[in-house]
C-alpha cells in the first residue's frame, strides 16, 4: 500500500487529512512486518499508528495498556468511527468481559484492548490460543524496564510473549517517556532487529519553575497565597498520602477548593474525585503522583509538586500530564535543599527488602508451593515488600508461578540460579545517580526544558524561552507574612486527620484523629504517658479530642461510648473514654472487651498478619445494648485501623447502626515506635 | 534452539492428519538435511516447500494454515515456560536416547514437555508395569524391584494410574531413587500432581513427562497411547501383574513381537492372572529380586509348549519368509515338516506365501495399535 492509498482509506475511515511522516514511517514497518519502538510526546498521535494498520488486517490487534480509563477513551473513539474495538479489564463485569472473549473468537473484533495483568488469567490465555491474532502493541512500553520511572512485572510476561512470536510478526511498543538506557533496553528486550524512532519530546507550551525554600511552612504559605493567581484548574503533587491530606485540608482552610486523592480512599470516591478532576469541581486536586495518568483531560493548567520526584524522567513524565491542549501552563517544584532529599533517599534505598528477606521467601517457596498471601503470613513481611520479592525471583527464574484451581501459587524451580542481589544495588547505583541529576536540576544555569530533553536523550539545542531560569525570574525567598503564619498556626490547631473507614462490609463511618502523631507535640505527650509512666493522658488532650469530634461530627448524636480493649493490661484509654463521655454527657460502657489474647498489632508487617492476630478477639458483654445505637469509639493511636475495623465488624454483626472513631493521633506511615 | 522455533515445534505436533513418522522426517529434512530453523523453513516461497522438500499441495494447505496460528502457539508456549515446564525437543540431547532407539523415528515424539530434574531422561531406566487392581504380591513385587532399582541408580518410569504404576513411583520415591512419570494428560491439567510430588521435583529425584498436546484433559485413549513411550523410555520392562487383556497385556504383547525383552514376575500356583502365560508367549520369567527363573517352562502342559513353539515362530518370522523345513532347521523343533505346516496354517498371524516352495511369514498388517498406531495425539484446541 503507497502512502496515497493509505491516505485515502485514512480519510474515509478516521475522518483525518493525512500521516505525519514519522506516523507513515512507522505504518510502513509494521506492514512490512517489522518490530518499532516508537517515542513520541504525549498528544503525538502515536495511537493512530497501529490503529490505522489495525483495520487493515485480516485478525485482531492486541494492545496491552496499563490504564484502564485510556483503554475506555480510545474503545468509545474508535466506536465512534466504526471501528470494532473493545477492552477487556477488571472493571468490567465478568458478563462483559466474556461477550468480548467470544467476539474475538469469531474474529469480530479489530482491536482488542487489555490490560498486562491479563496474561496471568487462565480464560484469557485460552482466549488468545483461538482468536486470528494480527499485531501486538505494547503501550507505556517503558514500563518494561527496571531502568526507567515506573517499572511493572505484570509486563514480565508480555516480554515473555514477544520473544516468542515470529520474526516476521508486527510488534509496535510506545512512550512517551524513555532515557537512552530505558530505550536500549527495551529494544533488548523486544528483540530481534527492533528499530526505534525517537520524537521530539520538548513540550513549548511549558512554564518550568523552581522554588527553593527553607521549610515546609514556606511552601504552605506561598500556596495559600498564590493558587488562585493560576489560571484554570491543576494538581498538587505530594511525596506521601498524608500530605496529600494535609495540603488539601490546608488549601481549604485558606479558602481554596480542593480535595485529597490517593490510595487509602475507596474506590468510589477516587472515581467521584477523577470525575471531579475532568468537571474543574475544585481549583486543585492533592494527590500523590497515582492520580493524572492515563486521565483524558486536555487542560490541566498546572502542575505543582511540593516534594522533589525520585528522577527527572519522573519529573518529566509527571507534568506531562498537564497542558495537552497546546496551552501555557505552569510546572512549579518547590524544594528545600535540607530535608526534601530524605524522601526519594529512603524509597530508592527501601525498594528493595535486605537479603536475609529474599532467602527467607524462597526458603519457605522450596518447601510448599504457597500463594502471596500465605506467603505473607508465614514471613511476616508487609505486604509491598513479599510482592517485589516474589516478582523479583519470578524474573531470576528462581521461582514460577503456577495455578492450583485457579489460584496463582509459586513453586521453586528445580537448578534454580542463585540470586542476583548485586543487580539490585547496581540498579540502585543508578537511581542513586539519577536522584543526584534531579537536584541538579533545581541549581541548573541553562533552560529547564533543555536539561530535561538533554536527560532524555532528545537532541534538542535550543531553550524554551520561558522557564525562570530563561528569564532571570527565579525565585529565591519565599516572602513570609505575620498574617500567614498566624493563619497557618490556627489551621494546624484545627486540623483533624480523617481516618478512611467508610466500606459496604460495615456501619463503621469515616472517624477523626485529634492530630498527627509526630506532626505535634501530641506524639510526645501520649508517648510519655503510654512508655514512661506518665499517667492518664492529660486534660489539653481531652479538650483537642472534643474540638476534632465537634469539627468532624457536627451534631451527630451518639448513644454509647466504647473504647479499644488495650493489648496489655492499663486503664489509660479507659479512664480517656470515660472522660470524654462526661463532658459530651454520653453513657459510657466497659462491655466491649477483649476474649481471647492478641499480640501487640505493632509487630505484625502487614494488615492480613494483623487482620488474624484480632480476628474474633472481642466481645460484648451486653448484646441487646448495641442494637441499632450509634456508637462513638475511642482509642488512643490511630496505625493501620485493622482493630477498629475489627471492632466495626464485630459490632455491625450485633446491629450497631453506625460506628464513629475517635483517636488522639494518626501515625503518618507507621512512625510508632 | 532458540526459545521462538518451540511454537513451531508444537504446532507441527497438531498437524491435522500427518502421522509423527512424516512430522519427524519434515523434521529431519529441515533440521538436519538443510541445515535451517523451523522459523526460516516457515518463510521459504511455495516453490520452494514443494521443489525443495517435495511437499504436496495437501501438505502445503495444512503447513500454511499452522503459520497463521503460530501466534497462537507462542501464547501457549509462554503459558508452558512461565509455569516452569519445558520443552524438549526429538533433536536435543537431552532427549532419551532410549526412547529414540526403540520407537525410532516412526514413533518417537517429536515434543516432549517436562517439569523436573531432565538429567533423568538419559539414566539407565526401568519401567514396573502392571494392573490398576493388582494383588498384595504383585505390589510388594514392583516394591522390591524398584528398590533393586534405586539401589542400582536405575530410573524408575511408570504411568501414574492406579495399582503398580503408582507403587512404582511411590516406591522409589521412598528409596529416593529417580523416577520419570508419563502422564495420560497435557502437562497443563496436572497440577494437583505436581503439587503432590513438588518436594521431590525440587530434590530432582522426579520428571514429569508428558507427550500430549498440554491442555489435553486425562482420556482412556491417552493412556493407551501413553504406554508405548513407557515402553519406550525403559531399558528393561518389568511386569507384576497382568491381566488377559486391557493396558498391561496388550502392551507385552506388543512388546514381545517387537522383540523386546521383557520379565514377567513368575506367578504363584493358585493366581489367577496371566502372568504364566505372558511367560509363555515368551517373556522371561524373573523371581521376587527380578532374576530369571531357570527352567521355567518344564513344568508346562502340551498346550503351553504349543504356545511357547508359536512365539519362538513369531520372533523368527518377523520380518523374513521362511519354509516349515528351514524353521525346523532353524528352532530345533523336533517335528516334520508336515505336522509343521499344519501347526503353521493353523495359526491366524501367520500368511502362506504360494511359490514352488511354500514360505511362511508374520502378518504384519493386523498387528494391535499399540505401537503400529499414532498415539492420539492430535487434540483440538
Not at chain 1, 528499530?195 to 504552605?220: A, C, P, Q, T
Request: hydrophobic share 40%.
Amino acid at each position: 500500500m503507497t502512502r496515497t492509498e493509505a491516505e485515502v482509506i485514512l480519510k474515509r475511515v478516521f475522518k483525518l487529512e493525512g500521516f505525519y511522516d514519522t506516523q507513515w514511517a512507522v505504518i510502513e514497518k509494521i506492514f512490512k512486518g517489522e518490530r518499532i519502538l516508537l517515542i513520541e510526546k504525549t498528544g503525538y498521535g502515536k495511537s493512530l499508528c497501529f490503529q490505522f494498520p489495525a483495520t487493515q488486517f485480516e485478525g485482531t490487534t492486541i494492545i496491552f495498556s496499563p490504564l484502564i480509563a485510556l483503554m475506555r477513551d480510545q474503545v468509545n473513539k474508535l466506536k465512534q468511527l466504526g471501528i470494532n474495538a473493545s477492552c477487556i479489564n477488571s472493571n468490567q463485569t465478568l458478563n462483559e468481559n466474556n461477550r468480548i472473549i467470544s467476539d474475538a473468537k469469531e474474529n469480530k473484533i479489530k482491536i482488542l484492548y487489555i490490560a498486562p495483568e491479563r496474561m496471568e488469567n487462565a480464560e484469557w490465555l485460552e482466549t488468545a490460543s483461538q482468536i486470528k491474532i494480527s499485531m501486538l502493541v505494547v503501550d507505556e512500553a517503558h514500563c518494561i524496564s527496571m531502568w526507567g520511572h515506573d517499572f511493572r512485572p505484570s509486563y514480565r510476561r508480555i516480554v515473555n510473549l514477544v520473544g516468542l512470536l515470529p520474526a516476521k510478526f508486527p510488534i509496535l511498543a510506545t512512550t512517551a517517556t524513555a532515557t537512552l538506557k530505558v530505550e536500549e533496553d527495551i529494544k533488548v528486550q523486544i528483540g530481534k532487529n527492533v528499530s526505534s524512532i525517537r520524537g521530539n519530546l520538548l513540550r513549548n507550551n511549558f512554564h518550568l519553575n523552581v522554588i527553593e525554600v527553607k521549610s515546609e511552612d514556606e511552601k504552605y504559605i506561598w500556596l495559600g497565597r498564590n493558587i488562585n493567581r493560576f489560571e484554570g484548574n491543576g494538581l498538587i503533587y505530594t511525596g506521601t498520602r498524608s500530605n496529600a491530606e494535609i495540603y488539601a485540608s490546608w488549601l481549604e482552610f485558606a479558602g481554596i477548593p480542593s480535595v485529597a486523592y490517593h490510595g487509602d480512599l475507596d474506590g468510589a470516591t477516587r472515581k467521584n474525585i477523577e470525575k471531579g478532576l475532568i468537571e474543574n469541581r475544585w481549583k486543585c486536586i492533592v494527590s500523590t503522583n497515582a492520580l493524572g495518568m492515563g486521565i483524558d483531560k486536555p487542560d490541566i493548567r498546572f502542575i505543582i509538586h511540593t516534594q522533589i520526584p525520585q528522577s527527572p524522567i519522573h519529573y518529566y513524565q509527571e507534568i506531562g500530564r498537564a497542558g495537552r491542549d497546546g496551552k501555557k501552563t505552569y510546572k512549579i517544584l518547590f524544594y528545600n535543599s535540607v530535608e526534601d532529599i530524605d524522601l526519594p533517599l529512603a524509597f530508592i534505598n527501601g525498594s528493595k527488602p535486605s537479603l536475609d528477606k529474599y532467602d527467607k521467601i524462597t526458603n519457605l517457596i522450596k518447601k510448599k508451593i504457597m500463594g502471596e498471601t500465605d506467603l505473607m503470613l508465614a514471613s511476616n513481611l508487609s505486604s509491598m515488600q513479599t510482592r517485589v520479592i516474589i516478582a523479583d525471583l519470578i524474573e531470576q527464574k528462581i521461582i514460577n508461578e503456577t495455578f492450583v484451581r485457579g489460584k496463582a501459587k509459586f513453586e521453586y524451580r528445580f537448578l534454580a540460579p542463585k540470586l542476583n542481589y548485586k543487580f539490585f544495588e547496581e540498579l540502585r547505583d543508578a537511581k542513586l545517580k539519577e536522584l543526584a541529576q534531579m537536584i541538579e536540576y533545581i541549581d541548573t544555569k541553562t533552560c529547564r526544558m533543555k536539561f530535561l530533553c538533554d536527560y532524555l536523550g532528545d537532541k534538542y539545542s535550543e531553550n524554551c524561552g520561558k522557564c525562570d531560569v530563561d528569564n532571570d525570574k527565579i525565585i529565591k525567598k519565599v516572602i513570609v507574612q505575620e498574617e500567614w503564619i498566624k493563619k497557618l498556626e490556627q489551621f494546624r490547631l484545627n486540623n483533624f486527620p480523617i481516618l478512611h473507614f467508610q466500606s459496604k462490609d460495615s456501619n463503621l463511618i469515616n472517624g477523626v484523629a485529634a492530630s498527627y502523631y509526630g506532626f505535634s507535640k501530641v506524639g510526645s505527650t501520649i508517648h510519655k504517658c503510654k512508655y514512661e509512666n506518665g499517667g492518664d493522658f492529660p486534660d489539653e488532650l481531652v479538650q483537642l479530642v472534643l474540638d476534632a469530634e465537634r469539627k468532624h461530627y457536627g451534631d451527630l448524636k451518639f448513644d454509647l461510648i466504647l473504647y479499644v480493649p488495650p493489648t496489655e493490661s492499663g486503664d489509660l484509654v479507659k479512664n480517656f473514654a470515660i472522660k470524654i463521655s462526661e463532658y459530651l454527657n454520653i453513657k459510657f460502657s466497659n462491655a466491649l472487651i477483649k476474649c481471647i489474647k492478641t499480640q501487640p498489632q505493632k509487630i505484625f508487617q502487614n494488615h492480613l498478619a494483623k487482620m488474624r492476630n484480632v480476628s474474633d478477639s472481642f466481645l460484648y458483654l451486653n448484646i441487646e445494648e448495641i442494637k441499632d445505637k450509634s456508637i462513638l469509639l475511642i482509642d488512643d493511636i490511630y496505625d493501620s485501623g485493622t482493630t477498629i475495623k475489627e471492632i466495626g465488624r464485630y459490632l455491625t454483626l450485633l446491629g450497631a447502626k453506625l460506628i464513629a472513631p475517635l483517636v488522639i493521633a494518626k501515625t503518618v506511615g507507621g512512625n510508632i515506635k | 534452539m532458540t526459545m521462538s522455533e518451540i511454537p513451531y515445534w508444537i504446532g507441527l505436533t497438531q498437524l491435522n492428519g500427518w502421522k509423527i513418522e512424516k512430522i519427524n522426517k519434515l523434521i529431519v529434512n529441515i533440521i538436519h538435511d538443510n541445515k535451517i530453523s523451523l522459523e526460516e523453513f516457515f518463510s521459504l516461497s511455495l516453490t520452494e516447500w514443494n521443489e525443495k522438500y517435495l511437499l504436496q499441495e495437501n501438505d502445503i494447505e495444512g503447513l500454511l494454515n499452522l503459520k497463521k496460528e503460530i501466534p497462537n502457539f507462542s501464547f501457549l508456549t509462554e503459558e508452558l515456560l512461565s509455569q516452569g515446564f519445558e520443552i524438549i525437543t526429538i533433536n536435543s540431547e537431552e532427549y532419551s536416547a532410549t526412547l529414540k532407539n526403540n520407537l525410532k523415528l516412526k514413533h518417537s515424539p517429536p515434543v516432549l514437555y517436562v517439569k523436573g530434574n531432565k538429567k533423568i531422561l538419559n539414566e539407565k531406566s526401568i519401567a514396573i508395569v502392571g494392573s490398576r487392581d493388582a494383588s498384595e504380591i504383585s505390589l510388594k513385587f514392583t516394591d522390591n524391584i524398584a528398590k533393586l532399582a534405586s539401589e542400582q541408580f536405575k530410573v524408575v518410569v511408570s504411568g501414574f494410574a492406579k495399582g503398580v504404576d503408582r507403587q512404582a513411583l511411590d516406591s522409589a520415591i521412598k528409596y529416593i531413587g529417580h523416577s520419570v512419570i508419563v502422564l495420560p494428560q497435557g502437562v497443563l491439567t496436572f497440577s494437583s500432581g505436581i503439587r503432590q510430588y513438588y518436594q521431590e521435583i525440587v530434590r530432582g529425584d522426579l520428571l514429569v513427562l508428558s507427550t500430549f498436546f498440554p491442555k489435553a484433559p486425562w482420556s482412556v485413549q491417552l493412556a493407551m497411547a501413553r504406554n508405548p513411550i513407557i515402553y519406550g523410555l525403559a531399558d528393561e520392562i518389568y511386569v507384576a501383574q497382568s491381566d488377559e487383556k486391557g493396558g498391561t497385556w496388550a502392551g507385552v504383547s506388543d512388546g514381545l513381537r517387537k522383540g523386546r525383552t521383557i520379565y514377567v514376575r513368575y506367578p504363584e500356583q493358585e493366581e489367577q492372572n496371566a502372568n504364566r502365560k505372558l511367560i509363555e508367549k515368551g517373556a522371561i520369567a524373573v523371581d521376587f529380586d527380578g532374576k530369571i527363573k531357570e527352567g521355567q517352562l518344564n513344568d508346562i502342559s502340551k498346550l503351553d509348549k504349543e504356545e511357547e513353539i508359536k512365539s519362538i515362530i513369531y520372533g523368527l518370522l518377523k520380518g523374513k519368509e521362511l519354509t516349515s523345513a528351514e524353521i525346523i532347521k532353524r528352532t530345533n523343533i523336533d517335528w516334520k515338516p508336515k505336522k509343521m505346516s499344519d501347526f503353521l496354517k493353523s495359526l491366524n498371524d501367520i500368511q502362506e506365501i504360494k511359490g514352488k516352495r511354500i514360505k511362511y511369514r508374520y502378518k504384519t498388517e493386523d498387528e494391535p495399535q499399540l505401537f503400529i498406531g499414532e498415539p492420539q495425539e492430535k487434540y483440538g484446541k
